[in-house]
């Protein structure tokens, strides 16, 4: 364990960085003590979080969810206070809570709550592409209706303060076509108007994703209409 320390903490590359800190948590059998560890330095912390992803069990993978959740929240200040020698500033926080977005994604327990998380992120302005990329992880038989409505809302009023000229990266596409994917579970006024919205929002482009740990894919039918170029 000495050396997957070492790696974790000295490694200049991130992925190697990673897997050590999964490494350290599936000998110790449990993630309270490379939590510890990894807390008192925020470059570390993400690493650490990014590594909970790389774990192939997923039930080991849902004993962190308890820890990792409550990093989503309005106020994500459940880790240490980093060393003297490393400052928490903005771009560490988002860091972390990237991570975690990340790390809770991957575990399957509890994909209702997890979706009202990611959810109550986009309402926020937070990390929405990243909270995007979240919920498309998540089963479609586990979209709570109401959540759906408020994320669809919440991903247009997003989509409005992005450029037109920045409407073309992977990371808005799928966001708009995510909430044209909740808005039908709005009632109809409400979902008609979002669906305007989205039309001049929106570029022609699909992006589909492979379901992690399943041989299929989110997207099973593309829909366009009638008499448009596609």
């Known amino acids: 364990r000495h050396r997957l320390e070492e790696l974790a903490n000295n490694s200049p590359t991130a992925e190697l960085r990673q897997a050590e800190w999964a490494s350290m948590a599936l000998a110790d059998g449990i993630f309270d003590r490379v939590w510890d560890e990894s807390s008192k330095s925020p470059r570390n912390f993400g690493d650490m979080l990014n590594g909970i992803a790389l774990l192939n069990d997923a039930s080991f993978r849902a004993k962190a969810e308890d820890r990792v959740e409550p990093l989503l929240k309005e106020q ?5 206070e980093p060393s003297q020698h490393e400052n928490l500033d903005k ?34 302005g937070e990390d929405v592409p990243e909270a995007a990329q979240g919920l498309r992880t998540i089963p479609t038989t586990s979209w709570p209706k109401k959540e759906q409505g408020i994320a669809a809302t919440g991903l247009v009023t997003w989509a409005k303060t992005i450029p037109a000229s920045d409407r073309t990266t992977p990371n808005y596409i799928e966001a708009v076509q995510l909430a044209s994917d909740f808005a039908g579970a709005l009632p109809s006024s409400q979902s008609a108007e979002l669906r305007n919205d989205l039309h001049s929002l929106r570029v022609p482009v699909f ?3 492979t379901i992690r740990e399943q041989m299929r894919y989110d997207t099973t039918r593309l829909v366009v209409k009638a008499g448009e170029p596609f």
């Open 91 to 124: 771009d560490s926080v988002d860091n972390i809570r990237r991570a975690a977005i990340r790390a809770l994604v991957s575990m399957n327990d509890h994909p209702k709550a997890t979706f009202a998380t990611l959810t109550a992120l986009i309402s926020r």
């Open 76 to 80: 994500p200040a459940h880790w240490h």
């Open 207 to 209: 992006i589909i994703h």
